[in-house]
Nanobody, 124 residues
């Protein structure tokens, strides 16, 4: 049984930083491409960062240069370091296994692997 547990969210002021964690069990993150998604109120869930098995990383234009995805295979955990946060980064953040051609536009998640997510709120 696969479990993905996100943590590390919270309330932060604009310009601040947070590091999200995604602890995986039932799968090896080293053997899968992994992605971080977010869903803001009233909006569709979107992929913001992904890391391949190589590993190679890609980012949505909206977070490029501010967010960094990484992994620790020994801990079977994926991270999202978020710097220079903006109010528009406010969302629930989720991690998932991703598949498909390795671009932000073409990767897709496993529908049966979603966790509970972690809330990130950027506000002064």
């Amino acid at each position: 049984q696969v479990s993905l547990v996100e943590s590390g969210g919270g309330l932060v002021r604009p310009g601040g930083s947070l590091r999200l964690s995604c602890a995986a069990s039932g799968i090896s993150i080293r053997d899968n491409a992994m992605g971080w998604y977010r869903q803001a109120p009233g909006k569709q869930r979107e992929l913001v960062a992904a890391i391949s098995m190589s590993p190679r990383t890609i980012y949505a234009d909206s977070v490029k240069g501010r967010f960094t995805i990484s992994r620790d295979s020994a801990k079977n955990t994926v991270y999202l370091q978020m710097n220079s946060l903006k109010p528009e980064d406010t969302a629930i953040y989720y991690c998932n296994v991703v598949s498909g051609t390795f671009t932000i536009a073409t990767l897709y998640p496993r529908a049966d692997y979603w966790g509970q997510g972690t809330q990130v709120t950027v506000s002064s």
